[in-house]
């Protein structure tokens, strides 16, 4: 907001940001947002034998917003935003571990800078190449179904 909006004095910008995350959740409970192919399928069987967590940079309500309207929240055992705690992705991603009681994990991600927070974590990096960014891993999915099959072997 300091950037957007550099002539209006901080109690306004706060403001702004709250009526537009309010507006975001609106949007979301009915709008909500489309999953990729094979996600929601995946998504089910990968919950039948893994503990499934979601680990993102979003505001603090985006990800149960996003879980219920893609009917997925059933499948998700655990979940932590950026905005729940302004911290970086790699303490949330232990975060969840901790709380969870994982003694491994890996995390699943679309950028460079995923992989990064992965790496800080001490977790192995998953790519999947159809998502915003690029990255090198020794694991990479073109797509969330050879993602499924690998982990479902």
Request: glycine share 8%.
């Amino acid at each position: 907001m300091a950037d957007l909006f550099k002539d209006k004095p901080i109690k306004e910008q706060d403001k702004i940001a709250d009526l537009v995350e309010q507006i975001q959740d609106d949007l979301l409970r009915t709008e909500g947002g489309n999953l990729y192919d094979g996600v929601q399928k995946g998504l089910q069987a990968l919950s039948e034998k893994y503990k499934l967590c979601i680990v993102s940079n979003c505001p603090a309500n985006v990800i149960k917003l996003m879980m219920k309207y893609s009917q997925i929240d059933h499948l998700i055992a655990d979940s932590f935003a950026h905005g729940e705690n302004g911290m970086p992705k790699n303490h949330n991603i232990n975060l969840l571990m901790k709380r969870n009681h994982f003694s491994s994990s890996v995390y699943i991600g679309d950028t460079e800078g995923d992989k990064i927070q992965s790496e800080l974590a001490g977790v192995p990096f998953v790519f999947v190449s159809y998502g915003f960014g690029k990255a090198q891993s020794e694991l990479e999915f073109d797509s969330f179904e050879l993602l499924t099959n690998y982990f479902l072997k």
